[in-house]
C-alpha cells in the first residue's frame, strides 16, 4: 500500500512484507522486530511446515528406503520421521526442492525437478494468501501490536497478480535491494555454497537450452546439479532485480542494503521506512 508519512505514523497496527534475493537481510530485520512487539511470519516456513510437509517427508522416507537398516526399521514401524523446520532452520524445504542433473551425484531428472518446483511455486502463492489471516491472528491470539511478512526470495516469480494485490492491501510492501557490492557478495556466497532454487518454468527452459549447448551436453542426466546451479544464480539474480523493481514502482517502496546495515533498532527501521516514503513523495 502506499501511504502519506502521517498516514504511516499514524497506522496502529502496522503490516510489513520485506522483498528481496535470500542473504539481503530479511529474516535478521523480523529477528530484531520480534523483539520490539512484531509478529514474525516466515514465508519460507509456512510453506513448509503447511503446504510442503507431506512430499518434504516423502521425499526424506524415500532417501531412507534406500537404506536397508532403516528400511526394515520403517516398515514394521519401529521408527518415525518427522520434520524439524524451524524458522531458522529450512534446509527440508531446500532438499525437497532439489537440483537438476546426474543422479549419481544426487540431482533430479527435468521432471521430477519440474514438479517439486510446481508444488513449492503452488505452495508459496498460498503461503503468501495466508498473510491477511496471520494479520489478523498477530493481533488478537497472540497479542503482537504490528506484523513483519518475511517473504521468500522467488515470491517476484509468482507471475499471479491477484496474490501481490492481497499482499499491497494488507501490507506495506518494502523491497530490499542489494548494492553492488552486496550484489557480488550474494553471487560469491552462492558460488561457495549452491542451494537448490526456484525458477520460472520459462526461465528454466531457456537457460537450460543455453547451458545444454554450451557444455555440449545431450543429456540432462549429464549435468553436474552443483555447477548448473552456481551458474545459474547470477542469471536468476539478474532477471529478478526488474521484477522486484516492478512490483516496488506500482505497490511499495525500495530501500538499500546499505540503508538496512545502518538499522540496530525498532525506530531506526521506522524511519527507514518514512526516508524511502519521503523519496518517492
Given at each position: 500500500?502506499?501511504?502519506?508519512?502521517?498516514?504511516?505514523?499514524?497506522?496502529?497496527?502496522?503490516?510489513?512484507?520485506?522483498?528481496?534475493?535470500?542473504?539481503?537481510?530479511?529474516?535478521?530485520?523480523?529477528?530484531?522486530?520480534?523483539?520490539?512487539?512484531?509478529?514474525?511470519?516466515?514465508?519460507?516456513?509456512?510453506?513448509?511446515?503447511?503446504?510442503?510437509?507431506?512430499?518434504?517427508?516423502?521425499?526424506?522416507?524415500?532417501?531412507?528406503?534406500?537404506?536397508?537398516?532403516?528400511?526394515?526399521?520403517?516398515?514394521?514401524?519401529?521408527?518415525?520421521?518427522?520434520?524439524?523446520?524451524?524458522?531458522?532452520?529450512?534446509?527440508?524445504?531446500?532438499?525437497?526442492?532439489?537440483?537438476?542433473?546426474?543422479?549419481?551425484?544426487?540431482?533430479?531428472?527435468?521432471?521430477?525437478?519440474?514438479?517439486?518446483?510446481?508444488?513449492?511455486?503452488?505452495?508459496?502463492?498460498?503461503?503468501?494468501r495466508?498473510?491477511?489471516?496471520?494479520?489478523?491472528?498477530?493481533k488478537?491470539?497472540?497479542?503482537?501490536?504490528?506484523?513483519?511478512?518475511?517473504?521468500g526470495?522467488?515470491?517476484?516469480?509468482?507471475?499471479?497478480?491477484?496474490?501481490?494485490?492481497?499482499?499491497?492491501?494488507?501490507?506495506?510492501?518494502?523491497?530490499?535491494?542489494?548494492?553492488?557490492?552486496?550484489?557480488?557478495?550474494?553471487?560469491?556466497?552462492?558460488?561457495?555454497?549452491?542451494?537448490?532454487?526456484?525458477?520460472?518454468?520459462?526461465?528454466?527452459?531457456?537457460e537450460?537450452?543455453?547451458?545444454?549447448?554450451?557444455?555440449?551436453?545431450?543429456?540432462?542426466?549429464?549435468?553436474?546439479?552443483?555447477?548448473?546451479?552456481?551458474?545459474?544464480?547470477?542469471?536468476?539474480?539478474?532477471?529478478?532485480?526488474?521484477?522486484?523493481?516492478?512490483?516496488?514502482?506500482?505497490?511499495?517502496?525500495?530501500?538499500?542494503?546499505?540503508?538496512?546495515?545502518?538499522?540496530s533498532?525498532?525506530?531506526?527501521?521506522?524511519?527507514?521506512?518514512?526516508?524511502?516514503?519521503?523519496?518517492?513523495?
Amino acid at each position: 500500500m502506499k501511504l502519506s508519512i502521517e498516514e504511516f505514523r499514524n497506522w496502529e497496527h502496522k503490516s510489513i512484507t520485506l522483498l528481496g534475493m535470500s542473504g539481503v537481510g530479511k529474516t535478521r530485520l523480523a529477528h530484531m522486530l520480534r523483539r520490539s512487539d512484531w509478529f514474525h511470519f516466515s514465508g519460507d516456513y509456512r510453506i513448509g511446515t503447511r503446504y510442503l510437509d507431506e512430499p518434504i517427508l516423502d521425499n526424506i522416507k524415500s532417501q531412507a528406503m534406500q537404506v536397508e537398516f532403516l528400511r526394515n526399521l520403517l516398515r514394521n514401524d519401529s521408527i518415525q520421521i518427522i520434520n524439524n523446520i524451524t524458522v531458522d532452520n529450512l534446509q527440508p524445504v531446500s532438499s525437497f526442492l532439489g537440483k537438476l542433473g546426474n543422479p549419481e551425484l544426487g540431482g533430479l531428472s527435468l521432471t521430477e525437478f519440474k514438479r517439486r518446483q510446481q508444488l513449492h511455486l503452488d505452495a508459496e502463492i498460498a503461503a503468501m494468501r495466508d498473510v491477511p489471516d496471520f494479520i489478523i491472528k498477530a493481533k488478537e491470539i497472540y497479542g503482537y501490536q504490528h506484523f513483519i511478512n518475511d517473504a521468500g526470495g522467488s515470491v517476484c516469480e509468482l507471475e499471479d497478480e491477484e496474490t501481490i494485490k492481497i499482499l499491497d492491501e494488507h501490507s506495506l510492501i518494502l523491497y530490499i535491494k542489494a548494492s553492488a557490492k552486496e550484489e557480488e557478495e550474494l553471487i560469491r556466497r552462492a558460488e561457495s555454497d549452491p542451494k537448490p532454487l526456484y525458477y520460472r518454468e520459462a526461465f528454466l527452459d531457456e537457460e537450460l537450452k543455453i547451458y545444454m549447448e554450451k557444455y555440449q551436453l545431450p543429456y540432462v542426466a549429464m549435468i553436474d546439479p552443483d555447477q548448473f546451479v552456481r551458474w545459474m544464480f547470477p542469471r536468476l539474480f539478474n532477471s529478478r532485480i526488474p521484477r522486484y523493481d516492478a512490483i516496488a514502482r506500482e505497490y511499495g517502496y525500495t530501500i538499500t542494503t546499505q540503508e538496512l546495515s545502518m538499522v540496530s533498532t525498532e525506530s531506526d527501521f521506522l524511519e527507514l521506512i518514512e526516508n524511502a516514503i519521503r523519496r518517492e513523495q
